[in-house]
């Protein structure tokens, strides 16, 4: 390892620790710790009079940017007639060194003034270029700041030194951490990472990225599962070891490292010897460190991939570092260290070239082996730092393009508040500082790509610091196992379902979205509602449009309705064409009106039967309900008007109470009060609690609406039905007690129209979806109830007459005489006359099952009294048996 003083003595103070020296009209300070570490640093030793080690070839190779920088300034007449100088000192990393550098170069005759105002503080260092690490700017700028001296940092990103009532003449050519910390979890976030470690260093760049970063990967829903410090002097390989079995431990497949190159170095060290392998995300300091890449078994620590400062190519710089060697008249040491460390036989290390021992003076060696080492590129911000301060100076000198008139030995601080304001453009880039003397370019995403044993960096996307966005390009970008690596603390949730955050916000369970809800995206943090007119169901990635289901009238049970419905409107035409062919027949006579008004009454309610099918609308609605409520209400009401008749004829027995309630035998009248009763129910139904047409959710079929008719709140529909549930009972109240055969019809029809509601009346109020069924269903059976029960019969009466008539027509029979006078009924046969004793037409009682053998045509009886006699027949079967008055052999004959 080289070992090289921190000072050396060339007659001046202001060069008595410096590495590197130029003469010039305007000195330019540069602040670079080329040598990374102090040796056997110790507490109460201090730091100035130890020798600094490691040699870091990526400090020097930047330092070396700035002087070639210099000198092409110098030799392109920038500033026409002037010479820019530079004093080089090496702080070593450490802030009491840079303190120390910056007051010896500052110092006028060995010695630095104290002044109560230092506006008129004019030292021979004009400004500053520096330090590299936030450590040691932070301090310097303290006290440059103080001094009113400009300082141009070209690494030193702390989000502190943006802070100009702090430090007032710090600049930089750079973002400010913030966005550094920002552009990682960004970046982070862009592949999904949310469960990951976090090491960092115990100094102000560690501890200041580390408290930036927290906010912005919260922001991006990133938690950390551990985070490590490592001190940046003490026993820092004993803590690297235990920070690498926590990362060995842990679940976490992502690392992000805010370290230098050297911790870096020892840690990949760790993880080698394991054969460990992770993401690790790169800060600044080491994202673009070819040392590192050149690592023996770096391809076995996993996937490398950061941000880094927006590079460049600097315009005759690898020349210049392939032909080293300080101009005439300035001095480098820092030149010579690194021949002597390169080209000497007799000091090898891990940069000694493998023909040195064939070199006969190493300062006049020279080979590529810094473009193999480091990546020169990087150093770009250097050149801008320094064209920066040079086009200040322009101003500030007020020079043309053949001279300067300005002052050279000017104050500081008039430089300072030029180059607050500077804008110029450098290789067709324009650039300025903001209000808070920062960068505002952006940052390059870079990934170590394999190469061999080795790695090499390749741009693989940006971030813009105006946008706030990462772009990868996704095509450069060899996962070591061709996908994304994971690192999440729980399994991705995928669609259909959403995030039941524990008490860490990345660990979580998955749950299924909820009916009604969606979720279209893996590990969504919520699922999203159904636009209207959509539905979805538990565990849905999407939602569907509703079904909409109604008794469409292509449906089974549709058609079966369609089908019931024509049969029973055919079965009333039918009766009502029957009983006015057949009008006269005493069954009929007497009821033709009324049984007319229930034809109509159930040609009306079977009508209601087809609104319930197709889609239903308001109207609809309606009228199903007031089809049915007055249709079947009339139907009942002219039953009941017969009910009465028959039970008023039984009371025969007490005249007197026949005579009063005969008042109240008027068909017409209560037919008409009943109905318009019941019209009134409907009219109050619809006006107070109208009908209406909703969608439902189906329970038993789904993504399905159902839509039905409502009943409003159900009082109107139940006094609806309530109402004739009464009328069915006083039918059958009245037909029940005055029983015989003309009030059976009556006494069955309204039992099944009450039997049939009341089985019905459970399913309608709890299956809400099988509602209009139940009504269809109800009104049919009580529909077809009634034409069975008192149509039907009649039909088959008369039919039963007409057959009767024709087979007695076709029989052979003796012609039969009435003797009028006698009584007698004779019948003549073979010239012999039998003749029977008269017996009162009265006291017959004939079975109407009986075929007769008379012939119908001898009988000159009317039609009424054949009637009469068959209802006294009918009435004597049940209450007693036939018994003639007088008894003739000649009935034998018969």
């Known amino acids: 390892m080289a070992v090289m003083l921190g000072f050396w003595v060339n007659g001046s103070d202001g060069e008595s620790i410096c590495g590197a020296y130029a003469p010039g009209d305007i000195i330019i300070g540069i602040l670079s710790s080329v040598h990374t570490d102090i040796k056997d640093l110790q507490p109460w030793i201090l730091p100035d009079t130890s020798a600094c080690i490691n040699f870091d070839l990526v400090t020097f190779v930047q330092f070396l940017a700035s002087i070639h920088t210099i000198e092409m300034i110098n030799d392109s007449g920038f500033l026409p007639g002037l010479q820019l100088g530079y004093l080089m000192c090496d702080p070593c990393g450490h802030a009491t060194k840079a303190i120390q550098c910056v007051e010896q170069m500052l110092s006028i005759n060995g010695s630095l003034t104290v002044l109560s105002d230092y506006s008129n503080f004019c030292p021979t260092v004009k400004t500053f270029l520096g330090e590299r690490y936030s450590e040691t700017s932070i301090p310097v700028a303290r006290l440059l700041s103080l001094h009113k001296i400009p300082q141009v940092a070209c690494t030193s990103s702390a989000a502190t030194l943006s802070n100009k009532l702090r430090y007032t003449s710090f600049f930089r050519v750079i973002p400010s951490s913030k966005y550094q910390a920002q552009a990682l979890a960004k970046l982070i976030r862009h592949f999904n990472w949310d469960w990951i470690g976090v090491v960092s260093l115990d100094d102000d760049y560690g501890k200041d990225i580390y408290e930036q970063f927290v906010p912005h990967a919260e922001k991006e829903r990133i938690c950390t599962e551990f985070h490590e410090v490592i001190p940046n002097y003490n026993n820092v390989k004993q803590h690297i070891k235990e920070v690498a079995d926590i990362i060995r431990n842990a679940t976490g497949r992502v690392v992000v490292l805010f370290l230098r190159i050297h911790h870096v170095e020892m840690l990949f060290e760790e993880m080698i010897k394991t054969n460990t392998s992770r993401t690790w995300i790169t800060s600044i300091p080491w994202s673009m460190s070819r040392f590192l890449m050149k690592m023996k078994g770096i391809n076995k620590v996993g996937d490398i991939i950061g941000t880094t400062f927006i590079t460049g190519k600097i315009p005759g710089f690898e020349d210049y570092l392939q032909n080293l060697r300080p101009r005439p008249g300035a001095r480098n040491d820092l030149i010579m260290e690194y021949k002597q460390m390169r080209f000497n036989c007799s000091q090898q290390s891990q940069h000694t070239s493998p023909l040195a021992c064939n070199v006969t003076d190493p300062q006049e060696a020279n080979d590529d082996y810094l473009l193999e080492a480091v990546d020169v590129t990087e150093a770009y911000s250097q050149r801008v730092a320094v064209y920066a301060v040079a086009h200040a100076m322009k101003k500030l000198l007020q020079c043309n393009d053949t001279a300067c008139s300005g002052d050279t030995n000017f104050m500081p601080y008039e430089l300072l508040h030029i180059l607050r304001k500077v804008n110029f453009t450098l290789d067709n880039q324009t650039y300025k500082f903001n209000e808070n003397g920062d960068f505002d370019d952006g940052y390059d995403i870079m990934m170590w790509k394999k190469n061999g044993d080795e790695r090499i960096s390749e741009v693989v996307g940006k971030y813009l610091i105006k946008t706030g966005d990462v772009e990868i390009y996704k095509y450069k970008i060899p996962w070591t196992n061709t996908t994304v690596p994971l690192s999440k603390c729980s399994t991705p949730c995928p669609p259909g379902t959403e995030k039941n955050i524990n008490y860490i916000s990345c660990c979580y369970n998955c749950t299924n979205c909820s009916e009604g809800y969606y979720s279209d995206e893996w590990d969504q943090l919520a699922c999203e509602k159904c636009p209207e007119g959509s539905w979805s169901l538990p565990g849905s990635r999407e939602c569907q449009k509703w079904s909409i289901w109604f008794l469409e009238w292509s449906a089974a049970y549709s058609i079966v309705v369609m089908i019931g419905t024509v049969i029973g409107a055919l079965l009333l035409v039918f009766s009502f064409i029957f009983y006015i062919l057949h009008r006269e027949k005493p069954i009929i006579k007497g009821i033709l009106v009324i049984s007319c008004l229930m034809k109509f009454g159930l040609m009306v309610s ?235 037409q009265s006291r017959f009682s004939f079975a109407e099952s009986e075929p007769s053998n008379w012939d119908i045509g001898s009988l000159h009886l009317s039609e009424a009294s054949i009637a009469s006699f068959r209802h006294r027949r009918q009435r004597s079967w049940r209450s007693r048996r036939l018994r003639p008055t007088s008894w003739n052999p000649t009935i034998r004959s018969l």
Request: hydrophobic share 45%.
């Open 606 to 840: 079977f009508g209601g039967v087809i609104l319930f099918l197709g889609s239903p609308n308001i109207h609809l609605c309606r009228a199903q309900q007031t089809m049915y409520g007055l249709g079947f209400t009339l139907c009942v009401s002219c039953i009941l008007v017969k009910a009465l008749h028959i039970f008023l004829e039984l009371m025969s027995s007490n005249p007197a109470k026949q005579r009063q309630l005969r008042k109240f035998d008027k068909p017409f009248v209560i037919i008409g009060i009943l109905t318009a009763s019941q019209a009134l129910i409907c009219i109050f139904w619809m006006v107070f609690d109208p009908v209406d047409v909703e969608e439902k959710q189906s329970k038993t079929q789904l993504l399905t609406l159902n839509r039905l008719c409502t009943q409003g709140s159900m009082y109107g529909f139940g006094a609806m039905h309530v109402y004739i549930a009464l009328l069915a009972v006083v039918c059958f109240g009245l037909a029940f007690k005055g029983r015989d055969d003309e009030t059976d019809p009556i006494v069955f029809s309204m039992l099944i129209h009450l039997f049939a509601w009341l089985c019905f009346i459970p399913i309608f109020i709890t299956q809400y979806e099988s509602r209009p069924i139940v009504q269809i269903s109800g009104t049919m059976v009580s529909n077809y109830g009634v034409i069975f029960c008192h149509f039907t019969p009649k039909w088959f009466k008369i039919f039963s007459e007409k057959a009767e008539t024709l087979k007695a027509g076709k029989a052979p029979v003796a012609p039969l005489t009435i003797d009028s006078d006698s009584g007698v009924i004779s019948n003549l046969t073979s010239g012999s006359r039998e003749s029977t004793h008269s017996i009162p």
